[in-house]
């Protein structure tokens, strides 16, 4: 019996390998919700949908375009996701599991993370970056349950440094070289749509944690699966439920992550030229 899987991750990487040509990605990004502009700051780019390579996720939420764009980033020849599937919208992770193993089978060996979060410190306010150190799955769900794709990675692999230390090392040598604020805390996953509750949050906040969010988790997941190396960081878009009196939605999240976005895009490029 065919593997589907496998060979909708062999057609993508070679198609996107047809239109790039000689540019060599160093490191794929990931794009969350309100940050696919630094896309917009790759030089020579190609730009691939996501609706021409086979298996690949379809967008459904606004602030995520559906495109691959390969180019040159602060010198650096990289690829860039704008846009990803979430598990509020399916629960199906052949997708998400079809383009993060592309980048693996592309021979990139870095995948950088990144989310619009909510803060759960009084200290980390609409428009701070936080790099994740960590994660907590409070998603309810695995991309990797069901029957293992040993192709790609192992039955039980570890999460240990699940967010790779040495990756985080050098992100924040490159925040402090280029005098960006980057605080550090775990990321919290929640599955969504609905957005936490104040009892979440506080939860949240006991059991250690820094931001909360409704991404991530997986993409980390898979790609540790498959043996790339993560690091990322969240772009801070509100106060948890009950710690600000925002009105939490989708709009207030997309308009305030622009808030952080050019200090993310300055440290995004200055992090890929340390590479």
Known sequence: ??????????????????????????????????????????????????????????????????????????????????????????????PL???????????????FLSNAAGSLRDSMLPGALM??????NLMGYNPLVGPNDDDFGP????????????????????????????????YVGFRGPSFETPAEIRMAQQIGGGAVGMSSVPDCIIARHCGLRVVGCSCITNLGAGLGDEELSHAHTLQNAKRGAADFERLVTAFVRRL
């Open 1 to 94: 019996m065919p593997n589907t899987h496998k060979q909708n991750i062999e057609a993508s990487r070679d198609i996107i390998r047809a239109k790039i040509g000689a540019v060599k990605p160093k490191a794929a990004i990931i794009l969350g919700t309100g940050l696919s502009d630094l896309a917009e700051k790759i030089e020579n780019p190609v730009a691939v949908s996501y609706a021409d390579l086979p298996g690949f996720p379809e967008m459904t939420v606004m602030g995520h375009v559906g495109t691959v764009v390969a180019g040159r980033l602060g010198g650096v020849d990289v690829l860039a996701f704008r846009g990803r599937k979430h598990f509020y919208e399916t629960d199906d992770a052949a």
């Open 97 to 111: 599991k079809t383009m993060v193993r592309t980048v693996k089978a592309l021979g990139i060996e870095t995948l």
């Open 131 to 136: 790099m994740i150190t960590d994660h907590i």
């Open 155 to 186: 039955r039980f692999p570890p999460m240990t440094d699940a967010w790779d230390p040495i990756l985080q090392d050098k992100l924040a040598e490159t925040a402090r070289a280029e005098k960006i604020t980057l605080h550090e805390g775990i």
